[in-house]
């Protein structure tokens, strides 16, 4: 089964406005490019007034369950446009989604098209400093059912999330995230599921970093759809201040995970 592409090209018009909002208040950086990326934890740093950041990659994930296999290639994007020195409106997802589906008792599936997009902002609360004191930050989305039929969720799903970071000697990191959504179960009903995840960071110089992260990226009953955790591991490098390349992998801890995902990422600031 093969979808059309969304007819509505979301991302790409919202980073042409967004580039041409930061074009405008365009301003010679002065710090180092921090991003959401490569792992599941999020930054509790913000773009900055006027700046744009564009974080994507290629991703692909193999899944094996109930005797099928599955396997998925997706372009997560995140667009990052500040609006004040403390808070960033958001919008992202998996992008340009290819699925194929192997089941023992029927013929493959083949899925192609637009993953839905989420809409929000994020607004940091505290900075974090040398003396202990985490940086601190809220984030706030709205999925909504605008990816292509196959690939679109049920109506439109809330998530709130908490994301605080510590900076510890000798270059090492500390980040938590929990959080909480609404969605919608097979049968129609709404449900509350948690996120919860924690990331250790480790400077491996002044350009390069690696992480290590256990991530619970969907705590949810069996009724759901289960809880998926996995453990993450990767690097991120920054090339220049304004540009970062990243490469990550996930291993499933429980079954409703995927078995393995991978993927490469660049992120540009401007």
Not at 180 to 195: E, S, T, W
Not at 226 to 250: E, I
């Amino acid at each position: 089964m093969r979808q059309p592409q969304h007819p509505v090209a979301v991302l790409p018009l919202l980073a042409a406005v967004a580039f041409a909002c930061a074009c405008a208040r365009a301003r010679a950086e002065d710090n180092a490019i921090v991003t959401d990326r490569p792992d599941f934890v999020e930054s509790a740093e913000v773009v900055g007034l006027g700046r744009f950041q564009v974080e994507a990659g290629l991703q692909s994930e193999r899944d094996r369950g109930n005797g099928a296999a599955a396997r998925t290639l997706s372009t997560p994007t995140l667009l990052r446009l500040g609006v004040s020195e403390t808070l960033e409106l958001r919008a992202g997802g998996d992008g340009l989604t290819h699925v194929r589906a192997a089941d023992p008792a029927g013929a493959p599936r083949r899925v192609h098209g637009f993953s839905d997009v989420s809409f929000g902002a994020k607004w940091r609360v505290r900075e974090g400093d040398a003396g202990g004191m985490p940086g601190v930050a809220w984030l706030a989305d709205l999925e909504t059912p605008i990816g292509s039929k196959s690939l679109r969720g049920k109506g439109v799903r809330p998530a709130v999330r908490v994301t605080a970071e510590w900076a510890l000697p000798h270059d090492f990191s500390i980040g938590v995230m929990p959080g909480v959504f609404l969605d919608r179960n097979d049968d129609g009903k709404r449900y509350a599921a948690g996120v919860l995840a924690v990331t250790l960071g480790k400077g491996l110089g002044s350009h390069l970093d690696a992480f290590v992260e256990v991530a619970g990226e969907r705590l949810a009953a069996q009724r759901n759809g289960g809880s998926s955790v996995t453990f993450d591991t990767g690097l991120a490098w920054r090339a220049t201040d304004s540009l970062q390349l990243d490469l990550a992998f996930a291993h499933g801890l429980s079954a409703a995970a995927p078995d393995f995902r991978g993927g490469l990422g660049v992120s540009a600031r401007f």
